[in-house]
């Protein structure tokens, strides 16, 4: 058989040594790296030979070729392997991307308010999109019995302190649908704290 | 070649180098030379080693050193009596295909949907 030209050839020794780089990187054995290399640069050198170029053995994208062949070559167990392996990416990535989300969700903004001396902050939910949502639990929050009738009148914006509370602290279980109607709120004077300033404002 | 010859090709080249193979033991560059002499270009040559590879794992073919007068030993592949199986099975299955996509494309009718050409308005 006839030998290409120089140039031809470094392209064949090219391909055929960066497909083996391949091969050994995907963890495959010398001894069949070095049959798929010999086997590949023999077609080659024929095609070539032929008339046909380069392109036309690997296809536009030789990547693409030494992968498709290195994962036909793999034994089955070590495709199985893959297999869990990708699946265990799989559930890490959606237990990561939930994690991140509910931290997001979960980042409180804090409203800290000035209205005739009183003192009041609110909190919900940043990212919430649902107009009714319930207060979460203050590490400031009373103890059950001390949330009575008077308690519960001491809403937002209340002047009056609870028992145990001080100026202005909501009550546990506030509806948001209350605080979002409260003009307080609505108005402008209000700025975003992140939750652990709270202790700072109050 | 257009998208839809390469789309069935796809699909059946493991059948062809099969049929090939079991004609008589032969290495790659002479399996796509036998295909384009039946009229089968690949677009890609190379595309028959994954899947000479999936042949050996699945155990329908081996392939085997034979020394060449060009240079180094040629990979030969032959036949195995599992391959010689899968291959009728397969030869059936495509048999069965082509009979049907055949008659849908000439026009016939099986006899279980026999009945009137174009749908008819009641009268």
Known sequence: MQRADQHTQQQIADLVNACAGYWELRGIERARNNEMQLELEQHLQQAVHDGKSLEAVLGPNPLGFAEAWAREMHPRFWRGGARCLSGLVYVLSIVSTTALISQLLSRASVYALHFRGVSAHRQWFACSTAPVGWLPRSTRQNPGWARGAHARRCRAGCADPAPGRDKGELEHGTPLLELADDRLVAHSGRFPVFPRCLADLT | ?123
């Open chain 2, 1 to 123: 070649m257009d998208t839809r010859s390469t789309q069935l090709l796809k699909g059946t080249l493991d059948m062809c180098l099969l049929a090939t193979i079991a004609r008589r033991p032969c290495y790659g560059y002479e399996m796509v030379q036998q295909l384009a002499q039946q009229g089968l270009d690949l677009v890609s040559e190379g595309s028959i080693y994954p899947l000479l590879g999936r042949l050996q794992h699945l155990g329908y073919i081996e392939g085997y050193p034979v020394a060449s007068r060009d240079g180094p030993k040629r990979k030969y592949y032959r036949l195995l009596p599992a391959g010689a199986k899968q291959l009728e099975h397969w030869r059936a299955e495509w048999e069965t295909f082509a009979q049907a996509v055949e008659r849908i494309l000439k026009g016939e009718r099986s006899d279980a949907t026999s009945g009137p050409a174009y749908p008819t308005t009641d009268r």
